[in-house]
């Protein structure tokens, strides 16, 4: 079998996902791997964005005067949205922003992962009875709007406030449920340090399966699977990173391309953690520079 290209993983529960199963597909693409050049593994995200109106089943109120309660419980104000063209216009920004900052194209970090010793399927010539080089894998992000929702991932629900007054963090979203100022920056310091957080691309980085970054580094105010302040790393130095206060792409975000990349090589078993993440490129390594070797840690129940 050798290595498989595409896996796609639908989503036969659309407005019913759960940050621990997320549904993506992935693309792993080797054609313009050498010597120099490692292969992409691409995650795509296709979203199905549905305009909040009277008739979703958690606004309530009058249709004159809805309502709807955020993540946090807070109730908030709504009103139609006053165009499909405006909330068209939305979900433009939405997914450039996405794709803008989980690419790294803002200055914010790009990740790549280092091929484990005891993986072959990148030794190139690919196919070859003799290599020279073992590729790694450049960790790449599309983000897609679809309107089909037998092709979507995810269902993104989203509410227009009557102004923007209160600004990206009035309303809490969450995963599936955002705000139509979700797109708009907000600034925060922690640490000494200032950094910029986007609703919008902390959303989608919980879409891919991403835990806020408190979770991940077990901070110790931070209750597994809370919003509080602690797991977004506020007072400590992860508080810059994308799943926290910040936008910033590190090496904790490579856990998506991690656990999918083990699925990509069924003839090689391997545990998502040992695809080592770099923030800088890491070149297709010679492979008389190491010694490569044979191991079996079966394939890992954490792959995606």
């Known amino acids: 079998m050798g290595l498989i290209k595409n896996i796609y993983k639908t989503n036969n529960n659309l407005g019913n996902e759960q940050l621990d199963k997320p549904h993506f597909d992935s693309c792993l693409a080797t054609s313009m791997v050498n010597g120099q050049t490692n292969a992409e593994l691409t995650i795509t995200l296709r979203i199905l964005f549905h305009a909040v109106t009277w008739e979703d089943d958690d606004v309530y109120g009058t249709p004159s005067s809805m309502k709807i309660k955020d993540v946090g419980g ?22 450039w922003q996405a794709n803008h900052y989980w690419n790294g194209y803002a200055g914010n970090g790009k990740l790549w992962l280092k091929t484990p010793d005891y993986v072959h399927g990148l030794d190139w010539p690919l196919g070859a009875a003799k290599t020279t080089h073992r590729a790694n894998i450049w960790c790449r992000f599309r983000c897609e709007r679809t309107k089909d929702a037998s092709k979507a991932h995810i269902k993104v629900r989203v509410v227009r406030l009557p102004d923007k007054s209160s600004g990206p963090l009035g309303f809490r ?9 979700d797109t708009l920056s907000a600034s925060f310091s922690s640490s000494g340090s200032k950094s910029m957080f986007y609703t919008v691309v902390h959303e989608v980085g919980h879409c891919i399966g991403q835990r806020h970054i408190g979770e991940v580094q077990q901070l110790p105010a931070c209750i597994t699977g809370g919003s509080g302040n602690a797991c977004y790393g506020e007072g400590s130095t992860f508080a810059s990173n994308v799943m ?32 080592k993440p770099s923030n800088s490129k890491v070149a297709p390594r010679l492979l008389s520079s190491f010694a490569p070797h044979s191991h079996d840690p079966g394939m890992s129940p954490d792959a995606w």
Not at 173 to 181: A, P
Not at 244 to 269: M, Y
């Open 74 to 95: 807070a109730e908030f104000k709504i009103v139609e949205w006053p165009s499909s063209n405006v909330f068209d216009e939305f979900c433009r920004s939405a997914v």
């Open 244 to 275: 926290g206060l910040g936008s910033k792409i590190e090496l904790d975000n490579a856990v998506t391309w991690q656990r999918r990349v083990v699925r990509h090589f069924p003839d090689s078993p391997s545990l998502p953690q040992d695809w």
């Open 173 to 181: 979203s969450h995963m599936t449920l955002w705000d139509h100022v």
